[in-house]
């Protein structure tokens, strides 16, 4: 079973950035699909982006295509999502997510077996 850890929530004024990191374990990250996710108070959970394993595949959701990149380093074993251009409705808990091992980015995120804890991420003045 993979283990991911998301870091690099906290506060920012709108219109600021952060850089989210996922960091796995128990395997190498190279055999690994990775995908963002987040969750509002009182709203479902809402699919972000998603980086496929050899990175030639990566996809956004259309409320931060733009604002939001994502990319690995798999000598790190991480996935980051770099977030720019916050707005007060970013406020969420960020969730990383793994899909069966080989996979594809999958269409949708019943299809993601291993979750991290999640990192919050505020964003107000």
């Known amino acids: 079973q993979l283990q991911l850890v998301e870091s690099g929530g906290g506060w920012v004024q709108p219109g600021g950035s952060l850089t989210l990191s996922c960091t796995v374990s128990?395997?190498?990250?190279?055999?690994?699909?990775i995908g963002w996710f987040r969750q509002a108070p009182g709203k479902a959970r809402e699919a972000l982006s998603c980086?496929?394993?050899?990175?030639?595949?990566?996809k956004y959701e259309d409320s931060v295509k733009g604002r939001f990149t994502i990319s690995r380093d798999n000598a790190k074993n991480t996935v980051y999502l770099r977030m720019t251009s916050l707005r007060p409705e970013d406020t969420a808990v960020y969730y990383c997510?793994?899909?069966?091992?080989?996979?594809?980015?999958?269409?949708?995120?019943?299809?993601?077996?291993?979750w991290g804890q999640g990192t919050q991420v505020t964003v107000s003045s």
């Open positions: 128990g395997s190498t990250l190279n055999s690994w699909s």
């Open positions: 980086i496929s394993t050899t990175d030639s595949i990566r």
């Open positions: 997510a793994a899909p069966p091992r080989n996979n594809g980015c999958p269409g949708t995120e019943y299809m993601f077996d291993d």
